[in-house]
């Protein structure tokens, strides 16, 4: 996460094949893109953030959101 001198907020997302096919890759994509906008919502100053997707995050789906909202508060911190 890096702070902006404006507020303008991005985020982008790192999807590999290692993920899985594109259906898979895709789904991935969009759990951790309503994640982050939920995160970024609450934000007041502007941040680039990439979020980068490991093989696991096919696997197991149940998961994503403990180890996005660990990884979140680590990057914050």
Known sequence: ??????????????????????????????RLRHMVAARLADQTRGVDVVVRALPAAATAPE???????????????
């Open 1 to 30: 996460m890096v702070s902006r001198p404006d507020t303008i907020t991005r985020a982008g997302f790192v999807v590999s094949k290692a993920v899985g096919g594109a259906v898979t890759r895709n789904r991935v994509k969009r």
């Open 63 to 77: 998961r994503l959101a403990g180890d996005f909202a660990t990884a979140w508060q680590a990057a914050v911190a």
